[in-house]
């Protein structure tokens, strides 16, 4: 069946660097791809969506120049966190659409800014 | 305010016996409600989806209503396991393509044996 991988499922990085995160749709093509972040018990919230060949659309309250999106081919959308600070550690997921409502979500990616 | 609630954050039941799980939601009007499943730690996972003009769906030990005259959806699992305990998220689907999921808080399952 369909599934989306995230790389890599867990980072460290220190404060003040930056860091990517990669979600691919492994058997299917993804014109659309949604970025949301968790914080523990907590809901997963939409951060922006990321569009094949265009810019992201990102929700309010998330800035779009510390959270970047590239969404260069139907198979790989990117979520680089910039300058990242300790605030900005959580659990990052992407998901992407397949044929009809089905929607796959990747397994996450915790990122930790010390 | 558009809100979308899951009842509780937790729920403990005695294996065997029904887990039955609540979304209500105001001020949206969602073509499809979802539900997922999320362990720690990983991503959520698929469970079922229930359009708008349907009243239940079954899958497996698996039942979940949606009621939209009262904005509510129940999810059932029958006959629990401790390998159902988990945490639940139901998520209102919009059904227009490109637009996300919204998602409840969830409710974290704990089937004791």
């Known amino acids: 069946g369909a599934v989306v991988s995230q790389h890599p499922s867990r980072v460290i990085c220190k404060s003040g660097t930056s860091v990517k995160i990669e979600c691919r749709s492994l058997d299917f093509q993804a014109t659309t791809m949604f970025w949301y972040r968790q914080f523990p018990k907590q809901s997963l919230m939409l951060m922006a969506t990321s569009n094949e060949g265009s810019k992201a659309t990102y929700e309010q309250g998330v800035e779009k120049d510390k959270f970047l999106i590239n969404h260069a081919s139907l198979t790989l959308s990117t979520l680089t966190v910039t300058s990242a600070h300790p605030e900005d550690s959580s659990f990052y997921i992407c998901?992407?659409?397949?044929?009809?409502?089905?929607?796959?979500f990747g397994e996450g990616s915790w990122l930790t800014v010390v | 305010s558009q809100k979308i609630e899951q009842n509780s954050e937790a729920l403990n039941i005695q294996e065997g016996k029904t887990a039955t799980l609540t979304c209500n939601y105001t001020n949206y009007s969602p073509a499809y409600l979802q539900w997922y499943r999320q362990d720690p730690g990983r991503g959520p996972v698929f469970l079922l989806l229930?359009?708008?003009?349907?009243k239940e769906k079954r899958k497996e030990r698996l039942k979940v209503t949606f009621d939209t005259t009262l904005k509510q959806s129940l999810f059932h699992i029958t006959a629990s396991q401790p390998a159902d305990s988990a945490t639940y998220l139901c998520?209102?689907?919009?059904?227009?393509?490109?637009?996300?999921?919204?998602f409840g808080k969830g409710t974290t399952l704990s089937v004791s044996s």
């Open positions: 998901s992407a659409g397949a044929a009809g409502n089905t929607i796959y």
């Open positions: 229930i359009r708008e003009n349907e």
């Open positions: 998520a209102l689907d919009m059904g227009q393509a490109g637009t996300a999921l919204i």
